[in-house]
């Protein structure tokens, strides 16, 4: 029973966007739909921490290219939060980018921060040095507890799914893979909603080392595609 008076210490949860804006981004309408994705989403992250009261939700997003950088920072609640569209140009320098993550959770994250939310977007394969920042991610303890989410967009072929699967190194979950701009949304929607929600109420479980969180029930047949990437 609620005790008159006495407010709930909410606790923040941080949310983090790592988004490939490289110059393969332009074509076939990939960086519209990203951008269109992300802004569509924000709703549903909003209602989806509602949901959550002893969770603050900060929103924070990396882009990266031929270096990374910080597009949304420092973290910005959720209910004030808007989407300024990027641009597409350069390399993939997706370490620079987990590098970028992993300073922020080795130095600003608060002592009883709910597990971060991390959310990696990408149509290809790191131009840069990634391997000692995914073990640098791999061995922080804050990336350790983190919900990792990795989406590859466009052609089979032209996704690094070894290093995608990486990212996710402890989840249960596989990589998931848009085709179309329809199902880029989905994902994104997704992404920003279940994992907000199993990361605030704590409902992650453990199989060995493994956490789990359900996967996106979203039909295999679309009607309309949208972009195809």
Known sequence: MPVPGLEIAKRQLNFYYLLDTSGSMSMNGRIQALNQSVRQSIPGMS????????????VHAIEFNTTARWHT????DVNTFSWQDLNANGSTSMGKAIELLCEDLE????????????????????????EFALNRLMSNPW??????????????SEIDWGVMERFMFNMEIKPLHAHNS?????????????????????ATSQQGNSTYVPLPEISQTVLDPGTVF
């Open 73 to 76: 920072y420092p973290g910005i």
């Open 47 to 58: 209602e989806a921490a509602s949901s959550q009261p002893n969770a603050l939700l900060k």
């Open 182 to 202: 329809t199902e880029l949304a989905n994902y994104i929607s997704w992404a920003s909603t279940v994992a907000i929600s199993v990361s605030s109420s704590g």
């Open 143 to 156: 990336g350790v507890k983190s919900i990792r989410i990795s989406i590859g967009m466009g052609p089979d």
């Open 107 to 130: 130095n600003n994250m608060p002592t009883r921060s709910l597990p971060p939310v991390i959310v990696l977007v990408s149509d290809g394969h790191p131009t840069d040095n990634y």
